[in-house]
């Protein structure tokens, strides 16, 4: 389809503000975007949503046109929601790269747009996949008369004998073909969850390269596979302006097939697909909205040290909505998770946030409604999960209290199991995170009723901190490994206390006394900070010179070396009984 396209429907109100000798050119895509660099997600000929989350300042408007420029894309689209107006500094840019311009009214979705332009460019193409265009209303529809995503799988697999499946980040299973179509010529076979982590994880290896797709992975049984990335359609989530973050979040559809020879038209027409599939996305994740809010009140409660009695009114609101039909009153289990980057600015919670939704969620269990059990929310740099569980009065104690085999990782009745609860999701997220980035995770005990909420979101944040001592880009601790140290300390007779306190602080107090060398502070700090030398200089505006020279006088002091896990742990507990 042709730009000038865009101006001939009403509906899609938008108004040309720059750029009218260049509506002829060719859209053969289109792409929603609010990152500053969207660059490696280019291929030329897209029309560029922006909602301008993205312009700080006048100057963001040139280099951000320059970029799509230089990635020759068809035209610009700016929302009017964030800024009530297209700033004259982003015309005046898109004027001098002779970049056409358009404003999109507040009332009118990105959603609209992406759909209209879908149906105009693939149903313009004399292709192989016009049934899948045709018909894709089927899959904005909800309830029995759609179907989803899984109706364009079962049409892939039908009309192009090609089998294709959706898959999360982590490998999960978000759609697969109809028995239908998998058992019909060139329908899609079972696709283990061995092979889904595999694939997952070449996936987000790849993008952190900045390679574009489709990437191409060849298994162990010789078996190829395309792998496609299906994007948010939604403007990016506050905090997931640095790409390694936002490839973490990202959908893909997998092709049981070598697209390495296909032709360029062929090509198109799948991604034009997963734009499809990206719009059904973003409304599955407006439907964890409702969660998260109720996720975050009871947070912000338990936080701020409400009396237990609100904090279980505010649960009784929740609990009809994460498990419905229940009688009786859930148990809850509590989870906080951490993802942070090396040299990374903004707040991690948000992504933590998303991320922790996905781990959460058994990989073996397709379709986004396990997720509809589990309601997180995220403060800073954390997330914080609030997972109820079925009580079961008639259980062993060890199942009741999370300790029991039957549910496995997963078990909502038995409750969260931290030793396994990342071991599906392992491979796939370390290739994500790809050494400059970690994933801890902490998992408390049940607790029966609002008045241990607030010791399981400490007990959860414990562990994690375990978690975070510990090598690894993808980490877990649950409360079993704190039960020897910080759920005993109450029964620590006094002296016992003090003289274990006494012995491995009071070194450093005097020291600190004699020289104003402030140690102490800076052990809290560094064991807070999970030992990461560049986030504790930061934190205590040092240089990482200095802030190396007082912990090697903590060492040298107290003859403990802080590189080991337990002399941190003996420093964590001697700071919480002093």
Same mark, same amino acid.
């Given at each position: 389809?042709?730009?000038?396209?865009?101006?001939?429907?009403?509906?899609?109100?938008?108004?040309?503000?720059?750029?009218?000798?260049?509506?002829?050119?060719? =859209?053969?895509?289109?792409?929603? /975007?609010?990152?500053? $660099?969207?660059?490696?997600?280019?291929?030329?000929?897209?029309?560029?949503?922006?909602?301008?989350?993205?312009?700080?300042?006048?100057?963001?408007?040139?280099?951000?046109?320059?970029?799509? =420029?230089?990635?020759?894309?068809?035209?610009?689209?700016?929302?009017?929601?964030?800024?009530?107006?297209?700033?004259?500094?982003?015309?005046?840019?898109?004027?001098?790269?002779?970049?056409?311009?358009?404003?999109?009214?507040?009332?009118?979705?990105?959603?609209?747009?992406?759909?209209?332009?879908?149906?105009? =460019?693939?149903?313009?193409?004399?292709?192989?996949?016009?049934?899948?265009?045709?018909?894709?209303?089927?899959?904005?529809?909800?309830?029995?008369?759609?179907?989803?995503?899984?109706?364009?799988?079962?049409?892939?697999?039908?009309?192009?004998?090609?089998?294709?499946?959706?898959?999360?980040?982590?490998?999960?299973?978000? &759609?697969?073909?109809?028995?239908?179509?998998?058992?019909?010529?060139?329908?899609?076979?079972?696709?283990?969850?061995?092979?889904?982590?595999?694939?997952?994880?070449?996936?987000?290896?790849?993008? %952190?390269?900045?390679?574009?797709?489709?990437?191409?992975?060849?298994?162990?049984?010789?078996?190829?596979?395309?792998?496609?990335?299906?994007?948010?359609?939604?403007?990016?989530?506050?905090?997931?302006?640095?790409?390694?973050?936002?490839?973490?979040?990202?959908?893909?559809?997998?092709?049981?097939?070598?697209?390495? $020879?296909?032709?360029?038209?062929?090509? $198109? !027409?799948?991604?034009? #697909?997963?734009? !499809?599939?990206?719009?059904?996305?973003?409304?599955?994740?407006?439907?964890?909205?409702?969660?998260?809010?109720?996720?975050?009140?009871?947070?912000?409660?338990?936080?701020?040290?409400?009396?237990?009695?609100?904090?279980?009114?505010?649960?009784?609101?929740?609990?009809?909505?994460?498990?419905?039909?229940?009688?009786?009153?859930?148990?809850?289990? +509590?989870?906080?998770?951490?993802?942070?980057?090396?040299?990374?600015?903004?707040?991690?919670?948000?992504?933590?946030?998303?991320?922790?939704?996905?781990?959460?969620?058994?990989?073996?269990?397709?379709?986004?409604?396990?997720?509809?059990?589990?309601?997180? &929310?995220?403060?800073?740099?954390?997330?914080?999960?609030? #997972?109820?569980?079925?009580?079961?009065? $008639?259980?062993?104690?060890?199942?009741?209290?999370?300790?029991?085999?039957?549910?496995?990782?997963?078990?909502?009745?038995?409750?969260?199991?931290?030793?396994?609860?990342?071991?599906?999701?392992?491979?796939?997220?370390?290739?994500?995170?790809?050494?400059?980035?970690?994933?801890?995770?902490?998992?408390?005990?049940? =607790?029966?009723?609002?008045?241990?909420? %607030?010791?399981?979101?400490?007990?959860?944040?414990?562990?994690?901190?375990?978690?975070?001592?510990?090598?690894?880009?993808?980490?877990?601790?649950?409360?079993?490994?704190?039960?020897?140290? +910080?759920?005993?300390?109450?029964?620590?007779?006094?002296?016992?206390? %003090?003289?274990?306190?006494?012995?491995?602080?009071?070194?450093?107090?005097?020291?600190?006394?004699?020289?104003?060398?402030?140690?102490?502070? /800076?052990?809290?700090?560094?064991?807070?900070?999970?030992?990461?030398?560049?986030?504790?200089?930061?934190?205590?505006?040092?240089?990482?010179?200095?802030?190396?020279?007082?912990?090697?006088?903590?060492?040298?002091?107290?003859?403990?070396?802080?590189?080991?896990?337990?002399?941190?742990?003996?420093?964590?507990?001697?700071? %919480?009984?002093?």
């Amino acid at each position: 389809m042709r730009l000038r396209a865009l101006l001939e429907t009403d509906a899609l109100g938008l108004r040309l503000l720059g750029g009218e000798e260049e509506l002829d050119r060719t =859209v053969r895509g289109v792409m929603t /975007t609010d990152l500053r $660099d969207p660059s490696r997600y280019l291929s030329g000929g897209e029309l560029v949503l922006t909602g301008l989350a993205w312009r700080r300042e006048p100057e963001d408007s040139e280099r951000f046109v320059r970029i799509l =420029v230089a990635a020759q894309v068809a035209g610009l689209a700016a929302g009017e929601a964030e800024l009530g107006s297209v700033p004259e500094d982003l015309v005046l840019a898109c004027a001098r790269h002779r970049l056409p311009l358009f404003s999109v009214v507040e009332d009118v979705s990105f959603a609209s747009i992406t759909e209209y332009v879908v149906r105009r =460019v693939s149903g313009e193409r004399a292709g192989d996949l016009a049934a899948v265009v045709d018909r894709h209303r089927r899959l904005m529809t909800s309830g029995p008369a759609g179907g989803g995503p899984e109706v364009v799988l079962d049409l892939l697999g039908s009309d192009l004998d090609l089998p294709a499946w959706v898959l999360s980040p982590t490998g999960r299973r978000i &759609a697969v073909p109809s028995v239908a179509a998998a058992a019909g010529p060139g329908g899609a076979p079972e696709l283990p969850s061995a092979v889904c982590a595999r694939l997952a994880g070449e996936h987000l290896a790849a993008q %952190r390269s900045g390679r574009r797709g489709p990437h191409r992975v060849t298994t162990a049984d010789g078996a190829t596979y395309s792998l496609f990335p299906i994007r948010s359609g939604g403007p990016a989530p506050s905090g997931a302006g640095d790409v390694r973050e936002t490839v973490l979040s990202d959908w893909l559809l997998v092709v049981g097939a070598d697209a390495g $020879d296909w032709p360029e038209e062929r090509l $198109d !027409l799948l991604h034009g #697909v997963t734009q !499809l599939i990206a719009v059904e996305r973003d409304r599955r994740d407006a439907s964890r909205t409702v969660r998260r809010r109720l996720a975050q009140e009871v947070l912000e409660l338990v936080q701020s040290g409400a009396p237990p009695a609100e904090v279980a009114a505010r649960l009784r609101v929740a609990a009809p909505v994460l498990l419905p039909g229940l009688a009786t009153a859930p148990h809850w289990q +509590v989870a906080v998770a951490q993802v942070e980057w090396e040299g990374a600015t903004a707040p991690g919670g948000p992504v933590a946030q998303s991320l922790l939704e996905e781990v959460l969620v058994d990989p073996e269990a397709t379709g986004p409604e396990p997720s509809d059990r589990i309601a997180v &929310a995220h403060t800073g740099d954390e997330a914080v999960a609030l #997972v109820p569980l079925p009580p079961l009065p $008639d259980a062993p104690a060890a199942d009741a209290e999370g300790g029991g085999s039957g549910g496995g990782a997963y078990g909502f009745e038995a409750g969260l199991h931290a030793d396994a609860l990342l071991a599906a999701v392992r491979e796939p997220l370390s290739r994500g995170l790809d050494g400059d980035g970690r994933l801890t995770l902490g998992v408390s005990a049940v =607790v029966h009723s609002a008045d241990g909420l %607030r010791g399981a979101l400490e007990e959860a944040r414990h562990a994690r901190r375990v978690a975070a001592a510990r090598p690894g880009r993808v980490c877990a601790a649950g409360h079993q490994e704190l039960a020897s140290h +910080v759920l005993l300390l109450p029964f620590v007779p006094d002296d016992v206390r %003090r003289a274990f306190t006494a012995r491995l602080l009071d070194p450093l107090y005097d020291y600190d006394r004699r020289h104003r060398a402030e140690l102490i502070p /800076t052990l809290e700090a560094f064991l807070d900070c999970d030992g990461s030398w560049t986030r504790c200089a930061t934190r205590l505006h040092l240089h990482v010179n200095t802030l190396r020279y007082r912990v090697g006088r903590i060492e040298q002091l107290t003859g403990r070396d802080l590189a080991r896990l337990e002399d941190k742990l003996d420093f964590f507990l001697a700071l %919480r009984m002093s």
